[in-house]
Nanobody
Framework: QLQASGGGLVQAGGSLRLSCVAS????????MGWFRQAPGKEREFVAA????????NYGDSVKDRFTISRDNAKNTVYLQMNSLKPEDTAVYYC??????????????WGQGTQVTVSS
């Protein structure tokens, strides 16, 4: 089970940090990622980190602004979001999967957390 938190309302240029806590004892063996979905749009890949933390991928729209990290001791994956833009407004979902690179279909999803960026 995945529990995401940290969303909220922020002004453009601001920052937020999302967290996703996973229950269970096998978190460290899963690749973790974040996707987002804005109203009327398809779910979009944001970032993913491999189970050992040795490989990271970012979506083109968030490169150089967002940073994904994980703490296996806390069963938690983070998404640090800086220089936020109104187009980053979406519901953000965390995901766990054994597949790498991470795609949109396989794996387990957490509930979403809303991020709203005002202009």
């Amino acid at each position: 089970q995945l529990q995401a938190s940290g969303g909220g309302l922020v002004q453009a240029g601001g920052s937020l940090r999302l967290s996703c806590v996973a229950s269970g004892r096998t978190f460290s063996s899963y690749n973790m990622g974040w996707f987002r979905q804005a109203p009327g749009k398809e779910r979009e890949f944001v970032a993913a980190i491999r189970w050992r933390g040795d490989r990271i991928n970012y979506g083109d729209s968030v490169k150089d602004r967002f940073t994904i990290s994980r703490d296996n001791a806390k069963n938690t994956v983070y998404l640090q979001m800086n220089s936020l833009k109104p187009e980053d407004t979406a519901v953000y979902y965390c995901k766990a999967t054994r597949v790498w690179p991470m795609g949109p279909a396989e794996g387990s999803w957490g509930q979403g957390t809303q991020v709203t960026v005002s202009s």
